[in-house]
């Protein structure tokens, strides 16, 4: 029996230093690929007369909003004779945040822009990156525990508020379809009409994988508004439900099981690009436009169409643009004289039905 327990044992401890191996082994070999894809942009860096090599890191490359962030800090740097590279499009998802921090580091890079989180590892690396003369900037989620240089993001409370206003007009505006239903004496289908005698329930998406205190924040900015700025009688009950995030297909899983209960939120609210995407896709699946009102994030063009189309009620606007120049604004500053700016908030702005077409008008004149 004992002689049993102790091939467990050594089973065990031998499937651990196997891993144990194995992450460095990958570490290393990430290590080794980025120095030869430095080396080699070291030759087109001189040849181009770059000043400065920065790298972006965010878990998901391929959304329109982060390509819109890494834009908007190429076009600075690229201006100020500087560098960026979008670290993910350059190697293989299957590298975390922290490897790709690790890889960074030892890369020895002018500068990181991370899209960070609460995590001791993350503290950890941002604080090592700065020992070794690399400054970091957390972008849209932060690590308040590290020394990283500057934090560039979204004011949470601001945005909370915004979604509060929204919800408060969607209740508003069905309030006084009722009215006006009933006072006509219309036969119609008060299905999308918000009954007068239960509360109406507004459901906020929330990354589950999520550690900042920025999603708190936001949420505390919709409660408080709501209870502000409510003139009426009507109840309004507010709930988070944690959304699987691990990768799109579990986003969209967790969105679809939402859908599969038998009630439904009147407004569910999004805090993402993804979110957004995945409950409109949901809402025309399951027959629900005019029934379940969304509020979504950020203006890709499938956002756009969907609000001109009324399938969306209202989405924010993220100056993406502007949180990529404040990356590269911050970095600059802080190699120039050694400290910058403790906070950069990128602007937001409501885009609803009444505005839809200006902007929509914009991408038109864009395209021509």
Known sequence: MMKRIKMKKNNYAGYLVTMVLLVVATTITGILIFRYYIKNFSAEAAANRYDKYYVMIAEDTNTSLWQSIYEGAYEV?????????????????????????????????????????????????????TAKGIPVVTLYNDNTKSERCTFVGIGSYDLGKEYGKEVLEIVQEK????????????????????????????????????????????YSGIQETIEKERQNSAKIELSIVSIDDTNAFCVEESIRDIFMKNELPDIIICLNELNTTCVYQAVVDYNKVGQVHILGYYDSETIMKAIDRNVIY????????????????????????GNTSQYFIADIALINKENIAQYLGGEAENEE
């Open 314 to 337: 209202a989405t924010v606007s993220i100056n993406t643009m502007q949180m990529g120049k404040y990356c590269v604004d911050a970095l600059t500053e802080y190699n120039t004289v």
């Open 77 to 129: 740097a690229i201006a100020e004779n500087s560098y960026v590279d979008f670290l993910n499009g350059s190697f293989d998802n299957n590298y975390s945040k922290e490897d790709l921090m690790c890889i960074a580091i030892a890369s020895e890079v002018d500068g990181i822009i991370v899209v960070a989180d609460e995590s001791a590892k993350m503290a950890e690396l941002i604080n090592e990156a």
């Open 175 to 218: 309030q006084r379809s009722e009215v006006q239903v009933k006072a006509a004496g219309e036969d119609n289908d008060l299905s999308v009409i918000f009954d007068p005698t239960r509360p109406v329930k507004v459901m906020v998406l929330v990354n589950a994988s999520a550690q900042d205190a920025g999603q708190n924040i936001l």
